[in-house]
């Protein structure tokens, strides 16, 4: 097991470094910073001066060389535009997303096994129809114009809910609301077909066979084993959500990770850029490891 | 009031299909007593299993129905009590035990915990279970049963699954056990283990058994009274003795009839040069040793049987043959060229003259392709072979020749029967004209009667065509109707060679022999006089 750890964090390390190289020499491809930070009517020597500061005229190679070495020493830089060092606004931001992240799964997650056991339980009953058009209906809606259409109606039109922002329990409805909807079609009806095959399997039939109450069948028999292709799917839909959910993020004014990096990007503060990356592809290797060991944990077949 | 301890009477049970109703059982009625076995013997779909289902709750309602019939236990119709009150009885006073344990067991469990969890749904407490299911590990012979209470299913072996089912099974003490093909997953030797046990068990507790098999073997081992079923109707009925020395219905009659291992042995006629020449064949996976230098020779025309129970290596060696695995040592000749040290190009030309034939025609046939497609395609890929104007004629031909029909060329496998389909995969292996055919397991997964059709179509190849056959199986009695010689494989290594002649009446080595004496014979008599001479040295021991 720690064998296993020890090859996945290796491994992880090493897209790690491809990551920053790729990142680094493709976001100095958009161009140079300088015309963006500074006023139209700044001198050249103002300009020059701001390029001399941020060692923008150096070789690329030689900024590269400069930056894994202050990477080295846990330096990811400083921010042009905020003027802090960038980890630090990367983090601010991360802790939102994360918590946003966390909560939405945390809720899809509960939703969906719910929902999409008590359906396949019940397959082609009232309940089970329900559900599925929901979820079909929730994979079909785009989530920009669900998030404009939910501001339109319960911010604009009701005044029940703040458009965005982040002050207060209410401004978090409607983002986890509206990110919900998507992870939780798909994972309901993994959950659903997978509950579905498993209560067919050979060792349900036995349970019965066993006179097994039905409440545990379905909870102790069955939806233990429908988890495991499942997890694959959660881990996928937080992969994506840790990443920062961007648009919505950028809708409803929301200070995460992915908004910060739609925003660096457009201003070319690349050390942002750069630690952006990197801590949501950590976020998302530590998720992957998890994940693994979560599997062994649910299937003793399974074994690091 | 019925006086037997579970009487089913006058079951009539359908399942509703997208094709209409199908009537599973017509009619059926039978009675078990304390302490009796009674077997309910038939082929596949003859609804052998539906009222066992029946007693069990087990029929899925819908697509299932029971539109008449009752099933009494204790005076009472199972049929008419509400769900809780069966599931009161189920595994407490009737338990079931299945064919396929690794399948049976949940596999995120553990042995321990599966098996109280019969005696806790029972209302027993959680201590008592434990302390009771370890007790029951220990008299169904499993090794180190403290250990054994915390491991999970896939770290037995498929004998101890079926042991770790019984001692489930009979936690609670049921008056009823019933055991669908408990033992068809397991090698002859475990067979007789496990019904050994049984036996066993059910003299210690005096609970009535109700057997359902497709086997007569089965059946003449441990069966008091036997149901013959077939298409869902009851053909006849009576003691297992009875039944199999004046068999009534003309289809009991064929069913006995179809029994292997009762006819003439071969007498080898083949000589000359070997067609194929195994020297000293060897196979690892790491350090696990598959074969153990393995010699035989095979004649052209000539029938060699490999058989061996799971783990011998007898399918790594028709692998390693075919080249699908590399060997790790040895020379394979193939009229005098070494298979094994062959270019890709000349292994390519090659294969047309070994063909193969699996286990499974469901798996090893495309779905998707028609019979003409399946048969055909190996004349696309060697094109020498036939011209394309001829393929039509040539596939009715063939299919002709393995008893089917030239109409059947348009047709996709899943509108076949499993005989049938493995007809198919024959007619597509003799498409190429092979000189050998191997043949993995190829019977074994058909009923009897099919069985002994399949097996009377390549012996008459062999004499028409004059094609050879490594036949790889792990049951004995089909082997002797059809092998001119026989290699008794076991844990990589070979154990004894010989004609099927030799390896049959006059077995030199302690495995073969073993092998042998726990294959079960059709007849009830010869089983018995078998018990007798088992049991013997065991009181000697005493």
Known sequence: MLRFVRQRVTASLISLVGLIVLVFFLSRLTGDPTNLFLPIDASDQMREQFRQLHGLNDPLIVQFGRYVWDLLHLDFGESIRQARPAINVVLQAFVWTFQLAVITMVLVTLAAVVCGSLAAFNAGGLFDRFVSLLSLIGAAAPDFWVAIVAITLLAVKLSWLPTSGTGTLWHWIMPIGVLFIRPFGLILQVVRGSMLSTLGSAYVKTARAKGVRTKSIIFVHTLRNALLPVITVIGDQAASLLNGAVVVETIFGFPGVGKLMIDSILQRDFNVILAAIMVTALAIFVMNILIDLGYALLDPRIRY | ?542
């Open chain 2, 1 to 542: 009031m019925s006086e037997h301890l579970i009487e089913v009477r006058d079951l009539v049970v359908r399942f509703h299909t997208a094709a209409g109703p199908v009537t599973a059982v017509d009619g059926v009625s039978w009675y078990l007593d304390r302490g009796e076995t009674l077997a309910i013997l038939g082929e596949s779909g003859s609804g052998k299993s539906v009222s066992a289902s029946a007693v069990m709750d087990l029929i899925d309602i819908p697509p299932g129905e029971i539109a008449r019939g009752s099933v009494l236990f204790e005076g009472r119709d199972l049929l008419k009590l509400s769900r809780e009150e069966r599931r009161r009885i189920h595994g407490k006073r009737i338990a079931m035990i299945f064919q396929d344990p690794l399948a049976h067991l949940n596999p995120t469990y553990s042995v321990g915990w599966q098996i109280s969890e019969m005696m806790t749904a029972h209302g027993i407490s959680r201590a008592a279970a434990g302390q009771r299911a370890l007790e029951l590990l220990r008299r169904v012979g499993i090794p180190d049963p403290e250990g054994a209470l915390g491991r999970y299913p896939h770290q037995f072996s498929g004998g101890q699954r079926q042991r770790l089912m019984i001692a489930m099974a009979l936690a609670m003490k049921p008056d009823i056990l019933i055991a669908d093909e408990p033992t068809t997953a397991l090698d002859v030797t475990v067979q007789a283990e496990v019904l050994a046990l049984l036996k066993e068990l059910q003299k210690e507790t005096g609970m009535g058994l109700l057997l359902i098999t497709h086997d007569l073997g089965v059946v003449a081992e441990v069966a008091d009274r036997v149901v013959v079923m077939n298409a869902g109707k009851v053909v006849e009925t009576g003691t297992a003795r009875d039944v199999y020395h004046n068999p009534a219905h003309p289809y009991t009659r064929r069913l006995i009839g179809a029994a292997p291992g009762k006819g003439a042995m071969h007498e080898p006629v083949a000589t000359g040069e070997p067609l194929l020449r195994i020297e000293n064949l060897t196979k690892s996976y790491g350090a696990v040793e598959a074969l153990k230098g393995i010699s035989f020779d095979l004649l052209p025309g000539e029938t060699v049987a490999v058989v061996g129970e799971s783990g011998s290596g007898k399918s790594t060696l028709a692998r390693t043959l075919l080249r699908l695995e590399d060997a790790s040592g040895g020379r394979a000749l193939w009229k005098g060229r070494d298979l094994l040290a062959m270019s890709t190009r000349d292994m390519f030309a090659l294969r047309r003259q070994i063909q193969m034939v699996f286990q499974d025609p469901s798996q090893s046939l495309n779905p998707r392709m028609s019979v003409f497609q399946l048969i055909s395609e190996a004349w696309a890929i060697h094109p020498d072979i036939l011209p394309k104007a001829r393929w039509r004629e040539r596939v009715a031909e063939l299919l002709t020749q393995v008893g089917l029909s030239p109409d059947h060329a348009r047709r996709y496998p899943h509108q076949f029967s499993g005989g049938q389909r493995q007809r198919i995969a024959i007619a597509r292996a003799l498409a190429l004209e092979p000189d050998l055919i191997v043949c993995d397991e190829a019977v074994s997964a058909l009923d009897v009667s099919i069985q002994a059709q399949v097996i009377a179509l390549l012996d008459q190849l062999r004499r028409d065509l004059g094609i050879a056959f490594l036949f790889i199986a792990h049951d004995l009695p089909v082997v002797r109707d059809f092998a001119d010689h026989v290699v008794v494989m076991q844990g990589g290594r070979l154990v004894e060679k010989g004609t099927v002649r030799q390896i049959f009446d006059t077995p030199k080595e302690p495995y073969t022999r073993a092998l042998l004496a726990a294959g079960l014979d059709p007849d009830p008599d010869v089983q018995a006089s078998r018990r007798k001479t088992r049991a013997a040295p065991a009181l000697a021991l005493l």
